[in-house]
């Protein structure tokens, strides 16, 4: 067996061991405060389930993109948040609870509405007749690579703090790794995807992506909520689970242009967000230590 077999597993491993640090820098009383917003929470799902496929509509409409392509943006933008938003989320200085919170209400009601609105978008475009039915096992495989190894992480946080809180510098800048690496990998291996179908959907793909960036923090810092909880917020709905929307179009649908958007946009999303993060979130200051700072307080009287 080469490396090129093994990179999947060894991805998965990184990205596990990258949700186990995560999990050290957490505890039950920071997901307890989050009942204290569920303004946040609601915010969070709204976006997701009708403004940004409404507005990936307006988008592929605007700009004339072809039916095939418009199917396969709304695939993308039906698609919950992915892993990696947990990953920006704790480089920038977000609320990970929340964001590994929203990852999972996210991925579980996407159950429901990915198959109405890729559903409604093959029926609006292309009329082929095909459905993508429910996607119970993909969904729950995405719940359980977040949520195992973040309990594990915060069960020896409690168990011992002090490990946890000399291995924060380390899994932060191992997480930092892993998305530079994720990147490279996503690069070459779409690359020729990447620049046969940039120009035609390119401009599509990055305009959608940086509408959901934008819209998840603003809107989110409109509405009242802290800088944190509007940086996960914006994670959440910006970085997309392009895994799984892939998965439709190859495997459910068996179709390789469904895929194209999604295929392009696993590359641009780590450009997208890490510019998001320096150019808005970094502006003014540091937010990773306000946000760990309240963490830590809030955190404290739990230990």
């Avoid at 609320?95 to 999972?104: P, Q």
């Avoid at 937010?287 to 009287?301: E, K, L, T, V």
Wanted: hydrophobic share 60%; charged share 10%.
């Amino acid at each position: 067996m080469d490396f090129i077999q093994l990179l999947p597993t060894l991805l998965l491993v990184a990205l596990a061991l990258v949700m186990f640090g995560l999990g050290l820098s957490l505890s039950l009383a920071d997901f307890k405060r989050l009942l204290q917003h569920p303004k946040a929470v609601f915010i969070a799902l709204l976006l997701q389930a009708v403004l940004l496929p409404a507005a990936c509509y307006g988008i592929v409409v605007g700009l004339g993109l072809s039916p095939v392509y418009a199917v396969g943006l709304m695939l993308l933008a039906a698609s919950p948040g992915g892993v990696s938003a947990n990953l920006f989320s704790h480089l920038f200085g977000g609320n990970v609870a929340m964001n590994i919170s929203l990852t999972a209400i996210n991925t579980i009601f996407s159950i429901v509405t990915l198959p109405l609105i890729a559903n409604f978008a093959i029926n609006a475009f292309i009329q082929s007749g095909q459905v993508v039915p429910l996607q119970v096992g993909k969904v729950l495989e995405v719940v359980g690579v977040v949520l195992v190894p973040v309990a594990i992480g915060m069960a020896v946080a409690a168990q011992r703090p002090g490990f946890a809180a000399s291995m924060e510098k380390p899994f932060k800048i191992f997480s930092a790794l892993v998305l530079a690496a994720f990147a490279l990998i996503a690069i070459g291996k779409e690359w020729s995807a990447l620049t046969a179908s940039f120009s035609s959907i390119g401009p599509a793909v990055v305009l959608f992506n940086l509408v959901s960036l934008l819209a998840g923090y603003y809107l989110s810092r409109a509405a009242g909520l802290d800088k944190p909880l509007a940086t996960a917020i914006s994670f959440e709905i910006g970085i997309h689970n392009s895994t799984l929307s892939l998965f439709i179009a190859l495997s459910v649908l068996n179709n390789f242009q469904l895929a194209l958007p999604s295929a392009i946009y696993s590359v641009v999303m780590y450009l997208t967000a890490t510019l998001f993060g320096w150019l808005v979130l970094r502006r003014g200051g540091r937010p990773a230590h306000g946000a760990q700072a309240s963490a830590d307080a809030g955190r404290a009287p739990a230990r």
